[in-house]
């Protein structure tokens, strides 16, 4: 079975690899058509992902032990499927789906967006703590950048934008470099591997 | 036959990474024993899923925010290919796993992944379906979940594996305030900073994709670390010779990349 999965693979993804590199009709028909049923095969998980979603909450409403539990997942069957009724009988332009999507899903991305401020404050202080040289470095260089960055940073030190400029472009952004061109030879070994199906572990556990 | 723009080199580069991992395999099979630094993360792995088992607390497993449909699919690839280990390792120590997707197309197979490791260990009567969870293809519902996770379930590790975006932090914390060990690797150079300040073990860029082949034994798998090493060379002699060209002028290497 594993062996057919590599093939299946290795036949699905050389004319992708080879219409990336020339425009070659056969082979770019084929690779388009390829992605074609890609979507297709998306649109099946995303329906096993629903039930799935139905399934977790549908037990953790059984397995209750008190009645404050239950809200959680009422709330998530509740949504899930009257939004999924809805899409399918009137469609998306229904005033109810806009109302949902607009008052609720919209306010609770932003907030979640707007939490971050205070995580990022969290990991800051426990970053900027002078553990070691290391944490020392990072404490300094973090300060001079912030301080750049602020209004007032400027008349402070008039050099402190340039500082700042400097450490950004040239140690953060060699150092981030070296990183993005490590994992993207990382990427393409990783491609390479499963379309010539020398790594399996993704298949058989 | 149309060539796309810098499809000439790139088709040439694919051949000369194609026959560099061939030489590779052939001199890994031939005995050949390579140097590889140790991971400290990979060793980590085994001391959270351990610290898990001790604590009768379940550990907790994200591939991250991407599935298989964009450019950064190579890393929720090398994440479920660790998540067979990390799902390994839980069935031998008895630690129930809990795997959170954003994705709907990484549910099924992180789902038959943990299954078959279970299996494979004869654990298949620990192996609970619904503890491998779909939450939304939105960004900040499924933050919400794996949060809920984390602190619901009571985890005693957090391990983030794949492609991060705004959430990281968000994952990060909440295991950092709930004590757990954490592990998180990625390539997102925007996400390790956070990573960085917030976790105990980080895989930074590469070695999310290096970190399976650490883990075999398989010549085949070693080579491929082989060739990322040679490649990594050559590329970086690329780089210092194109500086040098454009120092004095020539722009042959820019050009030679376009073709």
């Not at chain 1, 008190?66 to 998530?76: A, F, R, S």
């Not at chain 2, 298989?68 to 890393?75: N, Q, W």
């Not at chain 2, 060739?227 to 060379?233: K, P, S, T, V």
Request: charged share 15%; net charge neutral; hydrophobic share 50%.
């Amino acid at each position: 079975m594993n062996t057919l999965i590599a093939i299946v693979g290795l036949v699905a993804g050389v004319p992708i690899l080879l219409s990336s590199f020339a425009e070659i009709p056969v082979i770019s028909d084929l690779a388009q058509e390829f992605q074609r049923w890609g979507i297709i095969l998306a649109g099946f998980s995303t329906f096993l992902g629903v039930l799935n979603l139905t399934f977790v909450n549908a037990n953790a409403l059984r397995r209750r032990k008190h009645t404050g539990q239950v809200i959680e997942p009422v709330v998530v069957l509740v949504m899930l499927w009257g939004l999924v009724l809805t899409g399918v009988f009137f469609g998306q332009t229904h005033p109810a789906y806009d109302f949902v999507f607009e008052n609720v899903l919209k306010p609770l991305s932003a907030s979640g967006f707007s939490m971050l401020a205070f995580f990022i404050a969290s990991a800051a202080y426990r970053a900027f703590r002078v553990r070691n040289v290391d944490a020392a470095i990072l404490l300094v260089c973090g300060c001079l950048v912030m301080l750049a960055n602020i209004p007032f940073g400027e008349q402070l030190w008039s050099d402190l934008p340039f500082v700042s400029d400097w450490i950004m472009r040239i140690i953060n952004g060699s150092a981030m470099k070296g990183i993005v061109i490590g994992g993207a030879i990382g990427a393409i070994a990783t491609a390479l591997k499963v379309l010539v199906g020398v790594e399996r572990s993704h298949l058989r556990g | 036959m149309v060539p796309r723009d810098g499809g000439i080199f790139a088709f040439f580069a694919f051949l000369a990474l194609a026959a560099v991992l061939f030489w590779c395999y052939r001199k890994v099979k031939g005995g050949y024993k390579p140097y590889f630094r140790q991971i400290p993360a990979l060793k980590g792995l085994e001391e959270a899923i351990g610290r898990a088992a001790e604590m009768g607390r379940p550990v907790h497993f994200t591939p991250g925010s991407d599935g298989f449909d964009s450019g950064t699919a190579g890393m929720t690839l090398a994440a479920t290919i660790c998540l067979a280990h990390i799902a390994k390792l839980c069935a031998q120590y008895d630690v129930r796993l809990l795997v959170s997707n954003r994705r709907p197309a990484v549910q099924p197979l992180t789902e038959e992944i943990v299954r078959q490791a279970f299996l494979a260990e004869g654990k298949l009567e620990n192996f609970r379906p619904t503890d491998i969870r779909f939450f939304s293809d939105d960004q900040f519902a499924y933050a919400s979940g794996v949060v809920g996770v984390i602190s619901g379930e009571q985890t005693a590790s957090n391990i983030m594996l794949g492609g991060f975006y705004a959430e990281s932090l968000m994952f990060a914390e909440a295991g950092a305030t709930y004590g757990n060990i954490q592990i998180a690797g990625t390539a997102s150079t925007a996400q390790i900073p956070f990573f960085v300040t917030t976790c105990d073990y980080v895989l930074i860029g590469e070695e999310l994709f290096a970190a399976a082949a650490v883990l075999s034994v398989d010549p085949a798998q070693v080579s491929t670390l082989m060739m990322q090493d040679i490649i990594r060379i050559a590329l970086v002699c690329l780089i210092a010779i194109g500086a040098l060209a454009a120092t004095f002028g020539s722009d042959v290497i820019r050009q030679l990349i376009l073709k």
